[in-house]
């Protein structure tokens, strides 16, 4: 429950038009990308960095538990609260602060859409490199507290690869920065260490990114299988050639299916799996390049190897692959993403395994991912009104993830862990690495009023457990 | 001071050949690369991870301070003990591990010396990229401290983005790992925390490096210029039309004459800079790079560019370059390295700046530096001896420092903040970032025990104490 006078403070921080609290406006904030939901009791917009530390300072005074949240766009649940309390939304801190081309880097706020800054410097021949496929509604803000990835940071590196420095809030009101403009900077790598910290140490509200040139060429290429296993061969073929492509993805026959019923990208409807490869660089080096991925997809057996020839059929073939979640959408009316890394040599059995797990719980699972670091995405099809099929759902999907780690994986490439991988972090780390990390949050954040829940594990003896306010129509699995 | 009791009980640990302590044995642990100095009372060499725990718990229990040491090659004095106390010698865990060129990684123990990873992996193709121009003897464990960075590191990356994972005894006694054989991609990113930490957070006792392969091609050129400014433009030029070369280091005329006259590498003595430029990757893509490159020299006005034609060539013209300091100690007693970061931009002013310090402190300066990233190495010539001239030259390279704050750069670029530069951290961060570093400092070792004194000052009560 917040409290009246907190309930106040706030309202009069913000204005009429800056906070949302009637039932129907929340109920827009309880769920995420993911499966999990839980409703905060108040949204507020904060417009500055002064306007998040009164906030902070407010709702520490009358101990209020916040969360923070961009679009709303995350897989793991880093934005559901699961103790009520104020949601701290950043869309209105959405400001591209400032544009240094000449030391190619960036000053832009938490609620900056991701697109929108690549957008800012195309003109220039820049671009911002950690692409998700969420990047037309997806915010910096929620890139750097979940350490994003995306098709390019197979070349690129992920968000902490491009973050040069941050401005933040920690939960008892002060504010700082680390980092700054240039890389590489002396004292502690605190960015390092906050990018990917998922909300629960501080609030971030300024970031320093890094931009980086556009490359001479791309060139986009989609190899055709007969077999889902000559595919996941061709993978290691192509790294062993010492070829870094820009993106390496692949989608499996059922989900290629799916993509293509819905987009027309022009995947074959018949065939077992695509490879869709991209390279850039200087214009020599991609075309003997391209010639050796060739090379290297011709020797497990491709079909058919397709080079797209303008910047059109390059569009639609990339369309196929990032409306991916969206044509799910069509066939299912609920699904469950997963998310977890193996090595790029295990690939193949790795899918074999899901393809077990599919049978078993009599689930449909279709495959995309990013195969270049063997960031694997098994998407799970279910029926969330049928009784029992989202346990059947959460079930097969830890399995899968259980399975990544016995074969020297993670439990997550770059969805983050938030709420639904929690109880796996202690098959992951050992006990003295779980205690470190609960001994940084407690040090951020020693009232654990800041994303309670979240990352680290109920069982580890952390953190007091906020029980979520029993308030009628929330629903808080 | 160490007790008896304490010296004893690491004695047994250890064996008689697992410690000195003799006074002469000392003084050889009581510098490093740099100018600063501090003896300490004992130096262990620990064999295992295990030893290194029970090193920590019994200077843990006499109160001893404690900090690591790799091959003192460091620059900022990182491995210098200002407290006296006892130094965590890591030369006999000198073991790579595990070498699994499928996953394009390495397990190694910290007293490896870096190039010894890339020669194990050589002959499959494959190299260990950051090479600080120390390789031939400083270490991936004092590598992983300071974040080392190297000729090459404008293209692939410094120390940071090589390593996926390390295994590190903290203060306190306690083992734990960080990242893994895949990097950190779950939880917090300790192993970013932990590098460049300058071994203030933790001891490590195991790396997990990233292995690249080699490139197919490399090409690699001098352009010599009768102009620093000239040969200045040459490197935004460069930069203006998208060539990330693999190497861009530039010398002025002071230094190419010290290099040339020690290693004949065939610098011209008349010149007033020269830049070496590496080009790696693909054949196709590298002989067209390096053809754009040679234009661009012409362009800026270099008097003559060298394509050097061998793999001999190559290697003549780089030993100038990696033994530049040791070019400089033919002609000095003794110089200070300074380590300052501009914006690539600002290069030009910068060194004209450093001229007039030059001038002005009646100091010979000479530059070397990573011209691709703008970090500056003006190397101050002095005399120890002489009474007031290391003052001169500390002054002199503070003032450099400060002229590349202010023109947006930063103290450092990969030596290390260490001992000199802590008052300069102040004039680099604003308060609140300071005191972020602290509060994670009193997180790992609440006493300041561990290389004490270093990278920013101390915390107030707590640093009482000492």
Not at chain 1, 38 to 66: C, K, W
Request: charge should be negative; aromatic fraction near 6%.
């Amino acid at each position: 429950m917040i409290p009246r006078k907190a309930r106040e403070a706030l309202i009069a921080l913000l204005g009429a038009n800056g906070y949302l609290d009637r039932g129907e406006d929340l109920a827009l904030y309880e769920y995420d990308g993911g499966v999990d939901t839980g409703r905060p009791e108040l949204v507020v917009f904060p417009r500055t960095t002064e306007d998040v530390v009164s906030i902070v300072n407010i709702t520490r005074a009358h101990d209020v538990p916040i969360v923070g949240r961009g679009a709303g766009t995350g897989l793991s649940g880093g934005a559901i609260p699961l103790a009520g309390g104020v949601m701290v939304a950043f869309a209105r801190m959405n400001r591209i602060l400032e544009i240094d081309i000449e030391n190619e880097r960036a000053v832009v706020e938490p609620g900056v859409v991701n697109l929108d800054i690549t957008l800012a410097v195309k003109g220039d021949g820049y671009f911002y490199a950690p692409d998700p496929s969420s990047q037309r509604a997806c915010t910096i803000g929620g890139n750097v507290a979940e350490n994003a990835g995306g098709p390019h940071t197979l070349a690129h590196g992920v968000t902490a690869n491009h973050v040069l420095g941050i401005e933040a809030v920690l939960p008892d009101g002060t504010l700082f920065t680390t980092g700054g403009r240039e890389r590489e900077l002396p004292g502690y790598d605190l960015t390092g260490l906050f990018t990917g910290s998922e909300g629960t140490m501080v609030l971030v509200t300024k970031i320093i990114i890094r931009l980086v040139r556009a490359p001479e060429v791309v060139k986009t290429a989609l190899a055709v299988f007969d077999s889902n296993e000559d595919c996941g061969r061709t993978v290691a073929g192509i790294t062993r050639r010492g070829i870094t492509p820009a993106a390496l993805e692949m989608l499996d026959g059922v989900m290629l299916r799916m993509v293509e019923e819905a987009t027309g990208a022009g995947y074959p409807m018949d065939a077992d799996a695509v490879l869709l490869i991209e390279l850039d660089g200087v214009r020599e080096g991609v075309e003997e390049q391209m010639e050796q991925v060739r090379a290297a997809c011709e020797a497990t057996n491709a079909r058919e190897f397709r080079i797209a020839k303008s910047a059109e059929e390059r569009e639609l073939l990339w369309k196929g692959r990032k409306n991916a979640f969206g044509a799910v959408g069509r066939v299912s009316p609920f699904y469950y993403v997963q998310d977890g890394v193996v090595p790029r040599t295990k690939i193949a059995e790795t899918l074999r395994f899901i393809n077990g797990v599919s049978g078993k719980h009599g689930l449909t699972i279709s495959n995309i991912f990013h195969a270049g670091d063997g960031n694997l995405h098994p998407i799970i099809l279910f029926d969330m009104r049928k009784p029992g099929d989202m346990e059947k759902a959460r079930a097969a999907g830890a399995e899968i993830l259980r399975y990544c780690i016995s074969v020297g994986g993670s439990i997550t490439g770059e969805h983050g862990v938030g709420i639904e991988k929690m109880e796996l972090m202690d098959k992951q780390f050992s006990q003295e690495t779980l205690d470190m990390m609960c001994r940084f949050k407690k040090l951020c954040d020693p009232d654990s009023r800041l994303n309670p829940g979240k990352v680290l594990p109920t069982g580890s003896g952390c953190m007091e457990i906020r029980q979520p306010p029993l308030t009628e129509g929330s629903t808080i699995y | 001071m160490i007790s008896p009791e304490a010296k004893q009980e690491l004695a047994a640990l250890l064996g008689p050949r697992g410690y000195l302590d003799q006074p002469e044995d000392l003084t050889l642990y009581e510098y490093d690369g740099s100018v600063d100095f501090g003896r300490p009372e004992l130096v262990v060499f620990p064999r295992s991870t295990g030893d290194v725990v029970e090193i920590v718990k019994i200077a843990n229990r006499h109160g001893v301070p404690i900090l690591g040491r790799g091959a003192g090659t460091g620059l900022s004095g990182g491995t210098i003990p200002l407290e006296g106390g006892l130094i965590i010698g890591f030369s006999r865990m000198n073991k790579i591990l595990e070498i699994d060129l499928e996953n394009e990684r390495a397990v190694v123990q910290p007293g490896v010396v870096n190039l010894d990873i890339s020669q194990a992996v050589d002959a499959d193709g494959y190299f260990y990229a950051p090479d600080p121009s120390s390789q031939r003897a400083c270490t991936i464990g004092g590598n992983v401290a300071e974040n080392a960075a190297g000729a090459h590191t404008l293209a692939y990356g410094v120390t940071a983005n090589h390593v996926l994972g390390l295994e590190v005894v903290l203060p306190d006694g306690t083992v734990f790992s960080t990242g893994g054989k895949e990097g950190d991609l779950a939880g917090l990113d300790f192993t970013s925390l932990m590098t460049g930490s300058e071994g203030t957070l933790g001891l490590i006792t195991k790396v997990v490096v990233r292995l690249m392969r080699k490139p197919e091609a490399v090409k690699t050129v001098l352009a010599i210029y009768d102009s620093p400014e000239d040969c200045g433009r040459t490197v935004s030029e460069i930069t203006a039309r998208g060539i990330t070369p693999v190497a861009l280091e530039m010398m002025d005329g002071v230094m190419l004459r010290l290099v040339e006259e020690a290693t004949n590498a065939g610098y011209p003595l008349d010149a007033a800079a020269v830049l070496l430029i590496e080009v790696e990757g693909l054949k196709e893509a590298v002989e067209e790079q390096i053809q754009q490159v040679i234009e661009v020299c012409r362009k800026t006005k270099a008097r003559e560019v060298r394509e050097a034609k061998t793999n001999a060539e190559r290697e003549l013209l780089w030993k100038g370059r990696k033994n530049a300091f040791g070019a400089i100690g033919r002609a000095s007693p003794t110089y200070l390295v300074q380590d300052g970061m501009v914006p690539r931009t600002k290069i030009p002013e910068t060194l004209a700046f450093i001229q007039d310090v030059a001038e002005r402190y009646g100091l010979t300066i000479s530059n070397i530096f990573h011209a691709g990233d703008g970090n500056m190495h003006p190397l101050i010539l002095f005399d120890k001896r002489k009474p007031g001239d290391q003052d001169k030259a500390l002054r002199a390279g503070f003032e450099i420092l400060e002229k590349c704050l202010e023109k947006g750069g930063s103290i450092t670029g990969e030596h290390g903040v260490g001992i000199e530069k802590l008052p300069m951290m102040m004039k680099q961060f604003p308060p609140d970032s300071i005191g972020m570093m602290q509060k994670f400092k009193g997180l790992f070792d609440p006493e300041w025990k561990l290389n004490t004194g270093k990278m920013f000052p101390a915390r107030e009560p707590e640093a009482a104490a000492h």
